[in-house]
């Protein structure tokens, strides 16, 4: 009886001796280990969470920045690529055809060298020495015919090239309107094209009414030219030596019957 309170009293001693060993890791343990304590607030962890975030944020905006202005250079490229909705070509092509048109029913010598040589060699050559009297009448009035015919010509072209000026000015003010209007680079150098082409057609009917007027005066001037020359061969045939005056018989009044 003795010796079992002995050893009840040595195991009570042990156990007292062991609690303090066995409470120490429930002590030292965290209050969040047990999901009821309460939250420690790090303020230097809270300022780098919102300087991270500031950044984060800041890109997005230039990401977004950036995205915008790829979409407007997009659109500018399209409007600088977009054709010009208007041409003018047709126009100028009809009255550059109809200026050429005048200048190739040009009358007798038109435009053409080997023409204009074989001219120069006939008709508005020397007077031939064996040529008879109407024969020499026809190439004059031949020459005048085709003097007259040359300044009716040279009219012609003026009167078309006026026609063409209404035409030319409406063409002028829809393209400075286009180029005004234009959205971008290629409309505006088009429409610069097309008024350098109107230039264009204008330099031509300039030259036209210079050509055909030139051609009238030099029809004129070459036909004073052989007139003179005949003028001179008419004369030598008047002052040939010949048989002379013949005196005869002249009955004034004739006699009755």
Avoid at 21 to 32: G, N
Avoid at 53 to 71: C, D, F, H, K, V
Avoid at 188 to 204: D, E
Wanted: proline share 3%.
């Amino acid at each position: 009886m003795t010796t079992k309170r002995s050893r009840l009293r040595q195991l009570a001693a042990a156990l007292l001796l062991t609690t303090p060993l066995a409470l120490a890791p429930v002590l030292t343990t965290p209050a969040h280990a047990f999901g009821f304590g309460r939250i420690v607030y790090d303020p230097t962890n809270y300022a780098q969470n919102v300087l991270q975030a500031a950044r984060a944020l800041e890109q997005i905006n230039n990401q977004i920045t950036s995205l915008q202005n790829q979409a407007q250079m997009l659109i500018n490229q399209a409007r600088n690529l977009a054709s010009l909705p208007y041409s003018s070509l047709q126009q100028l092509q009809q009255s550059v055809a109809r200026t050429q048109a005048l200048l190739g029913e040009a009358q007798k010598i038109a435009y053409d060298v080997g023409e204009i040589d074989k001219a120069f060699e006939t008709t508005y050559g020397a007077a031939s020495m064996t040529a008879s009297d109407q024969a020499l009448i026809d190439g004059a009035k031949e020459r005048w015919q085709t003097t007259v015919g040359g300044l009716q010509d040279a009219m012609r072209v003026q009167a078309g090239v006026v026609g063409n000026i209404d035409t030319n000015r409406a063409q002028m003010s829809a393209l400075v309107g286009q180029s005004q209007g234009a959205t971008g680079a290629l409309q505006a150098t088009q429409a610069g094209n097309q008024l350098l082409a109107l230039q264009a057609q204008q330099i031509s009917d300039l030259t036209a009414v210079i050509a055909a007027q030139g051609r009238a005066q030099n029809l004129e001037a070459a036909q004073r030219t052989a007139a003179q020359e005949q003028g001179r061969e008419q004369r030598r045939r008047f002052l040939e030596p010949g048989t002379g005056y013949q005196p005869g018989n002249a009955q004034m009044f004739p006699s009755g019957g």
